[in-house]
Every structure is written in structure tokens, then in C-alpha cells.
């Protein structure tokens, strides 16, 4: 297996990581953004107040992009083990 294969597959690694990680944290930060802005205004200086509204969109960002998140890792983890002959020899 030569270096290039290896540093291509951790790219693509990292690759489907970061879009994995992007729809819940996007929303997070999102939400989080949206909080703070109002707490801010209100001036509630509460910090528990953004932990629910947190949770709510992570449960609904997950249950959105979860089958496409499911589907992509498949997809990467299948396309590694059927290389793996290629890879070898």
C-alpha cells in the first residue's frame, strides 16, 4: 500500500467526519447564537436556559439528517472493505 493511498483515505476520512459533525453542530450553533442573542436583549443571564432548546434541535437535526448521515458512513466504511483486496495486493 503506497503512502498516497493511505494519506487519500484519511482525507476522505476527514472528510465524511466534517460532514457528519456539520448538521448538529450548525444547529447547535445555531441555536445557541439564537439564545444568546435574546438573552442578551433580555438581559437573562440564565445559563441553563439554552440547554433544552439545545437538545430539542440536536433530537430534530438528528432525526432529519440521520438517515442521509447513516447512508454516507455505510457508504464510506462499504467502499473501504470491498478496496481492501486493491489495497493489499
Known amino acids: ?13 476527514l472528510q465524511i ?23 442578551a436583549a433580555t438581559q ?10 439545545k437538545l430539542i434541535i440536536l433530537v430534530v437535526a438528528l432525526w432529519l439528517a440521520g438517515p442521509w448521515m447513516l447512508n454516507l458512513i455505510m457508504s464510506y466504511t462499504s467502499g473501504l472493505v470491498l478496496n481492501i483486496p486493491n489495497m493489499i495486493g
Do not use: K, R
Open 1 to 13: 500500500m503506497s503512502p498516497e493511498a493511505v494519506v487519500t483515505i484519511g482525507q476522505q476520512a
Open 17 to 39: 467526519m466534517v460532514l457528519l459533525a456539520a448538521p448538529l453542530l450548525l444547529s447547535a450553533l445555531a441555536v445557541g447564537l439564537l439564545i444568546g442573542m435574546l438573552q
Open 44 to 53: 437573562i443571564n440564565e445559563m441553563t436556559l439554552s440547554f433544552i432548546p
